[in-house]
């Protein structure tokens, strides 16, 4: 196969997700789904580079009305479908070796969608590649608000693993390149053990807002809660989730799973805090499905559940 070849399967994918009118030139639209077949930034359990052709895969035949969350009132909350003005953009085409390539690949082509207004949903590939993006949408916006869902802070130096990128290193990185307002970053469902205190005391001092899942379950705590995930849309905003956030009993096929994770409905539920804020969100994800690894068609079925309640 050529390499022309290659890159044209890479950014088409497969079918479009959830039938969304597939383009992959730039034009105006409430908003772009775009892959990104990329995991050359993570140390554990690789595989997510075929995340977005699985997503899609699991999105066939599915409806792109939401349920509503309570029939039960007088009149249901029904509206139009939530992927409704969205297109499939395909594959950003990215060279699987390269993650210094596969970060400006992401830059240049998460910019040129933003620049005639769309919205950006990316399909992971693994969380590193967030960065690209950031980059490109604070290049228009200026510093992001960002409601980042992971059981990990990724803000690491790099030193233990001898580089300055992966995808436990990309917040320290978009918090030093003033990509995102630390005011305006809440981190929810951390829990994974640490081999020091250090991200933890950088996050600290930069002010971000961190929540492990013992803290989001906390009704006393529920006011701050509140008050922080509406600072995060004070502004423009990014959606960030690592499908590492919710348990391993429901998404195993994931590059880090720990323990005692958010179910989905705590997922759906600070998802849907995001429709409280004055404009919508200016982009957003869903990194880390591996679907090489056990439980990858459940895991890939919760992803998309998730990314419907996206498509706003």
Sequence with gaps: MSADLLLQGLRTGLTPFFGL??????RPATGVV???????GVINRPGARLGPW????????????????????????????????????????????????ALETVQATVGAWAMTGCRTLML???????LGALRALARQHGPLGLLHLDAHPDAADGAAWGTDIHHGTWLRQALEEGLVDP?????????????????????????????????????????????????????PAY?????????????????????????????LRLIHAARQWPEPWVGADLMELAP??????????????LALHLLV
């Design 21 to 26: 009118p597939l383009c992959i030139d730039p």
């Design 34 to 40: 775009l892959g990104a077949p990329c995991d050359a």
């Design 54 to 101: 699985a997503m899609r895969a699991a999105a066939m035949g599915m409806g792109s009305h939401p349920m509503p969350g309570r029939l039960r009132e007088a009149r249901p909350a029904l509206g139009p479908a939530a992927a409704q003005g969205w297109l499939d953009g395909g594959n950003i085409p990215t060279l699987p070796f390269s993650l210094a390539e």
């Design 124 to 130: 992971g590939g693994d969380h590193a590649l967030t």
């Design 183 to 235: 005011t305006r970053v809440v981190q929810a469902g951390l829990r994974a053990p640490r081999f020091d205190d250090d991200e933890l005391a950088f996050l600290q001092a930069a002010g971000v807002r961190m929540w492990t899942p013992g803290d989001l379950r906390d009704p006393q705590l529920a006011p701050r809660l509140e008050e922080d995930l509406a600072a995060v849309g004070r502004g």
């Design 239 to 267: 959606l960030s989730l690592d499908l590492d956030a919710l348990d391993p009993v429901l998404v195993p096929a994931v590059a880090e799973p720990v323990p005692g994770g958010l179910s989905l409905e705590e997922a």
């Design 292 to 305: 090489t690894l056990e439980g990858a068609e459940a895991s890939a079925r919760i992803a998309v559940h």
